[in-house]
């Protein structure tokens, strides 16, 4: 090896360290009692007579390079370790930054909301899966066998007998199962159906069921809890009004209208000039869904019902496009905010 490339190495090794470690590796490489300039040296006295001075001179300078490249980049080293253990002073007088902060999805809130009017009302909390027992979601709610919506085109299955929910009706079925009456809870949640889609229908969206089972409970109840519950929600001048309908899982059924909260009942473009709402369904505990689960139809009676939390939320916040919540689109979500 000839000077110069001994300085090229030597100046690309004591660059590359890194560590304490490495920096000593270096220097043992070079330094060492077998290092490469030690050797050098020691091999001197194998060249030609005239040229040993000048090998010897530069074999000096090369050592005394080495140490102070070495020194160099250890002071490097140390100083960056300094620096990363450095806390820069907070200067409370400096304007804040612009800090992004995230916020609940306008589903989320109107979810709490129902859920803090209910539980005002003595409902408790109950849950339920959204992947589902074909026997929750239709068979214990009183579905005969051929009914429509257990076809494939309404339905999303995960397997013969698993599906994803359609409704969160089925949760009545688990609580009761789990729980002897007087009861009262309302389910909160995600459901599923094969939907065409458009600006009020969505493949995924969200329910809130009510149930109340005790000894004398009439329609008269059910229509109390909701006038409460929705004037909470819509103002205290909020009527309402049921319309016969038909629910497998209550007899008799009810579909809900309530007063437009907007014009009062006068007309406008929110309820469609008619003055009223169409807002949830509801009925009378079927007996054979009581008798599904063990309680006597002639003792306890109940009421449930099942609010649209999309359609809610809509309604409230004026959204044209159910789509809207589901596109991610911040515009759109940073516009509502906790009240
Ligand atoms: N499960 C019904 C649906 O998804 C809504 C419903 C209607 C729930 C009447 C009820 C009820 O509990 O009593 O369309």
């Not at 074999?59 to 250890?74: D, I």
């Not at 992004?100 to 003595?122: A, K, N, P, W, Y």
């Not at 869904?289 to 139809?297: N, T």
């Amino acid at each position: 090896m000839d000077p110069r490339s001994i300085e090229n190495s030597l100046r690309a090794d004591i660059a590359a360290c890194t560590t304490p470690e490495e920096l000593e590796a270096a220097r043992v490489k070079y330094l060492g009692r077998k290092g490469v300039l030690t050797s050098f040296l020691r091999a001197i006295g194998e060249a030609r007579p005239e040229d040993r001075p000048r090998l010897g001179a530069e074999t000096n300078r090369l050592k005394a390079l080495c140490e102070s490249l070495l020194a160099a980049r250890r002071a490097q080293l140390g100083a960056a370790d300094d620096r990363a253990g450095y806390v820069a002073p907070v200067d409370g007088t400096l304007p804040a930054t612009n800090g992004v902060s995230g916020r609940r999805h306008v589903i989320s809130l109107t979810f709490r909301r129902i859920g803090s009017v209910l539980e005002g009302m003595g409902y408790r909390l109950a849950r339920g899966p959204e992947v589902e027992l074909e026997y929750y979601n239709f068979q214990a709610l009183n579905f005969p066998d051929e009914h429509p919506s257990r076809d494939l085109q309404d339905t999303f299955y995960v397997s013969n007998d698993i599906l994803l929910r359609t409704h969160t009706s089925p949760i009545q079925v688990r609580y009761m199962q789990e729980h002897k009456p007087p009861l009262k809870v309302y389910a909160p949640g995600r459901v599923y159906r094969n939907e065409a889609l458009d600006a009020s229908h969505q493949a995924e969206f969200h329910q809130v069921e009510g149930l109340y089972i005790d000894t004398d409970v009439t329609m008269a109840d059910l229509r109390g809890d909701l006038l409460l519950f929705l004037r909470d929600l819509f103002g205290s001048d909020i009527r309402v009004r049921f319309k016969p309908h038909f629910f497998p899982f209550t007899e008799p059924s009810v579909d809900v209208d309530m007063s437009c909260f907007n014009c009062h009942g006068g007309g406008c473009v929110i309820c469609g000039q008619s003055g009223w709402i169409e807002i949830l369904g509801a009925g009378m505990v079927h007996p054979n869904v009581l008798r599904a689960v063990g309680i006597d139809p002639d003792r306890y009676s109940g009421f449930a019902f099942g609010v649209g939390v999309d359609r809610i939320a809509m309604i409230r916040h004026g959204i044209p496009d159910i789509r809207m919540f589901l596109t991610n689109d911040l515009r759109f979500l940073e516009q509502f905010t906790e009240r």
